[in-house]
């Protein structure tokens, strides 16, 4: 099932059902703490998060406790930040599982690719400026910049990038290539959650921006047109207008 983005109250009645139910819980990095509240006294709580570069279970070993507790205590709950389809190996798992006679069913989670820009107030799709949004991994499995970040630079849709704080300089050479380096971009660090920070400019001021306001994973990245509807992205445009007419703000 999918935890949401961060904040625990971004999750669905559905969800906080099944934490309620649970025999087992399996549950990742990106996943507030604050959902176990929900579980029963007894019910076994393990920690199997994986971050870059610190996994505490391999996959392989994931699937091995889903087996052991699903047999040894029956219900378990396998609880996933955001929504467990979109990259959080949820349907791996699910095959998995059913490979071997586990009854399954999913719960959606609000995914963060979508709810974290929303929470800034950045649309994904606004009439008259894009017709669609992109949602890419910025690291694939071998560890290099997905391909398709490519196509989606030639298009008018919103981008938005998961896990691709390590791949900045790359990010902003494919967009300058394709002619965006003045495409807005917004990355957005911890979002849903008190700690939340945001950073915007163009996508020239890519890595500036992200060293100046001491940006980091875990942090999603959103490139395109609709990021001028963000209040501070309109502010740094003013700030750049008077600072070119010298004008001075008092």
Same mark, same amino acid.
Request: charged fraction near 25%.
């Given at each position: 099932?999918?935890a949401?983005?961060g904040?625990?109250?971004?999750?669905?009645?559905?969800?906080?059902k099944?934490?309620?139910n649970?025999?087992?819980?399996?549950?990742?990095?990106?996943?507030?703490?604050?959902?176990?509240?929900?579980a029963?006294?007894?019910?076994?709580?393990i920690?199997?998060?994986?971050?870059?570069?610190?996994?505490?279970?391999?996959?392989?070993?994931?699937?091995?406790?889903?087996?052991?507790?699903?047999?040894?205590?029956?219900?378990?709950?396998?609880?996933?930040?955001?929504?467990?389809?979109?990259?959080?190996?949820?349907? *791996?798992e699910?095959v998995?599982? +059913?490979? /071997? #006679?586990?009854?399954?069913?999913? =719960?959606? $989670?609000?995914?963060?690719?979508i709810?974290v820009?929303?929470?800034?107030?950045?649309?994904?799709t606004?009439?008259?400026t894009?017709?669609?949004?992109?949602?890419i991994?910025?690291?694939?499995?071998?560890?290099?910049?997905?391909?398709?970040?490519?196509?989606?630079?030639?298009?008018?849709?919103t981008?938005?990038?998961?896990?691709?704080?390590?791949?900045?300089?790359?990010?902003r050479?494919?967009?300058?290539?394709?002619?965006?380096?003045?495409?807005p971009?917004?990355?957005?660090?911890?979002?849903?959650?008190?700690d939340?920070?945001?950073?915007?400019?163009?996508?020239?001021?890519? *890595?500036?921006?992200a060293?100046? +306001?001491? /940006? #980091?994973?875990p942090?999603?990245? =959103?490139? $395109?047109?609709?990021?001028?509807?963000?209040?501070?992205?309109?502010?740094?445009?003013?700030?750049?207008?008077?600072?070119?007419?010298?004008?001075?703000?008092?």
């Amino acid at each position: 099932m999918g935890a949401g983005p961060g904040d625990a109250e971004l999750i669905t009645l559905k969800g906080i059902k099944a934490i309620e139910n649970a025999d087992v819980i399996l549950y990742d990095a990106l996943v507030n703490r604050e959902l176990l509240k929900y579980a029963k006294r007894d019910a076994k709580i393990i920690y199997v998060g994986k971050r870059a570069d610190n996994h505490t279970f391999k996959q392989h070993e994931i699937h091995s406790l889903i087996l052991k507790y699903a047999f040894s205590y029956g219900h378990v709950v396998r609880l996933k930040g955001g929504d467990p389809f979109v990259f959080g190996r949820g349907h *791996e798992e699910l095959v998995f599982a +059913e490979s /071997l #006679g586990i009854e399954t069913s999913l =719960v959606p $989670g609000i995914s963060s690719s979508i709810a974290v820009p929303e929470l800034q107030k950045i649309p994904l799709t606004k009439r008259g400026t894009n017709e669609s949004f992109w949602v890419i991994t910025g690291t694939t499995r071998t560890g290099k910049l997905s391909a398709d970040i490519k196509l989606a630079a030639q298009s008018s849709a919103t981008v938005i990038i998961l896990m691709g704080m390590k791949k900045l300089k790359e990010i902003r050479e494919v967009f300058s290539y394709y002619g965006k380096k003045e495409t807005p971009f917004a990355i957005i660090q911890n979002g849903s959650l008190p700690d939340e920070k945001i950073g915007t400019g163009t996508v020239d001021e890519l *890595e500036e921006t992200a060293a100046r +306001e001491l /940006l #980091g994973a875990p942090a999603i990245i =959103v490139i $395109g047109e609709v990021v001028r509807e963000h209040e501070k992205f309109r502010q740094q445009l003013l700030d750049k207008f008077y600072f070119k007419s010298g004008i001075a703000l008092n």
